[in-house]
Nanobody, 119 residues
């Protein structure tokens, strides 16, 4: 069973920073690449960032490149998303998930964490 627990969201002014955390089960964390996704009100969930299972290679959506950094702590089975220079359009519920070799997230999702950026 996939277990994903996101935390770290909140309300921040434009230009501010937040760091999100996602604790995953050891089995999930050791078996898959991990990623962050977000869903804004009235919109579909979209990809934000990904980090490979081995080697820590990262990949970002164009909308967050240069502002967000994904990282992970293998000892803690935790993946992070450092978000800097936040914009109002970053407002969304943020989710983490494992990413299969085909590039798709697993079907189970955690509760997410709300990020709200005020202008």
């Amino acid at each position: 069973q996939v277990q994903l627990v996101e935390s770290g969201g909140g309300l921040v002014q434009a230009g501010g920073s937040l760091r999100l955390s996602c604790a995953a089960s050891e089995r999930t964390f050791s078996s898959y690449a991990m990623g962050w996704f977000r869903q804004a009100p009235g919109k579909e969930r979209e990809f934000v960032a990904r980090i490979s299972r081995i080697g820590g290679r990262t990949f970002y959506a164009d909308s967050v490149k240069g502002r967000f950094t994904i990282s992970k702590d293998n000892d803690k089975n935790t993946v992070y998303l450092q978000m800097n220079s936040l914009k109002p359009e970053d407002t969304a519920v943020y989710y983490c998930n494992a990413i299969t070799p085909s590039g798709s997230p697993l079907p189970s999702w955690g509760q997410g964490t709300q990020v709200t950026v005020s202008s």
